[in-house]
C-alpha cells in the first residue's frame, strides 16, 4: 500500500458558535492579489502574454469564446494550450486542460509552477476569467502529484489580474486521491 500524502493549502477557517453548540456556522476566507498589468511581477508578466497569444489560437466556432492558457514548469519550459471545441459538444477541451495534459505527457516529471488564463470573446472581458470546475479539478491532481502550489494568474482580455498562490484556494472540499485506496 502506497502511503502518498497530499498538499492540502488550507485556507484560514473562521468558526462561531450559536446557542446550539453541535451547529457550527463556519467560512472560508480565499486569499488573491490583485494587479495591474505594470505591477504584475515580470515571471507572471511573460506567463500571461503567452497566454494571451495562445487564446488567437483557439478552435472556437460554436462559442466564439477564445481562451488562451500558459503554464511554467520547474525546469523553465513553458507548455500553452486554447480552446478545441467540437461539433459534438462534449468532446471538446478547455484550454486549461489542453495546456496541463500536453505539459504531463511531455514532462512528466515536472512540477508545474505557475499558469496564466485569458480569453478573447466578442464583447469586452474586463474581469478575470477562472477555470471551470472540472478544469479545477484536473489542475489540482497535479499539485498534489508534485506536492507544490501551482500559482493561478487571471485576467479577461483587459482589466484587473487576479493572482492566486494555489490552485487549491479555488477549490474547496476538493477530491483529492486521499480518500482511494491504492
Ligand atoms: N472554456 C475554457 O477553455 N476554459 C474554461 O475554464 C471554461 C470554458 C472554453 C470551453 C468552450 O470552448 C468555451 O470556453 C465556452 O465555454
Redesign the pocket.
Known amino acids: 500500500m502506497c502511503c502518498k500524502k497530499n498538499v492540502r493549502n488550507y485556507y484560514p477557517i473562521f468558526s462561531g458558535t450559536g446557542d446550539n453548540p453541535t451547529i457550527m456556522k463556519k467560512e472560508l476566507k480565499i486569499h488573491y492579489t490583485e494587479y495591474d498589468e505594470q505591477n504584475l511581477p515580470q515571471a507572471d508578466r511573460e506567463l500571461l502574454a503567452k497566454a494571451t497569444q495562445m487564446a488567437q489560437t483557439?478552435y472556437?466556432p460554436?462559442?466564439h469564446?477564445k481562451?488562451g492558457a500558459a503554464l511554467r514548469l520547474k525546469n523553465g519550459a513553458v507548455v500553452c494550450g486554447s480552446?478545441?471545441?467540437n461539433a459534438a459538444y462534449p468532446s471538446?477541451l478547455?484550454?486549461?486542460r489542453v495546456a496541463v495534459f500536453s505539459a504531463a505527457a511531455s514532462y512528466p516529471d515536472q512540477a508545474i509552477e505557475a499558469l496564466a488564463?485569458t480569453?478573447i470573446s466578442s464583447k469586452p472581458i474586463n474581469h478575470p476569467?477562472?477555470?471551470?470546475g472540472a478544469?479545477r479539478q484536473s489542475i489540482i491532481e497535479y499539485e498534489h502529484k508534485f506536492r507544490q502550489p501551482i500559482r493561478l494568474i487571471l485576467r479577461g482580455s483587459s482589466g484587473k489580474i487576479a493572482v492566486f498562490d494555489s490552485i487549491g484556494s479555488l477549490l474547496p472540499f476538493q477530491f483529492n486521491n486521499d480518500e482511494l485506496d491504492f
Open positions: 483557439a472556437a460554436y462559442s469564446f481562451v480552446n478545441q471545441e471538446g478547455c484550454a486549461e488564463i480569453a476569467i477562472a477555470p471551470c478544469c
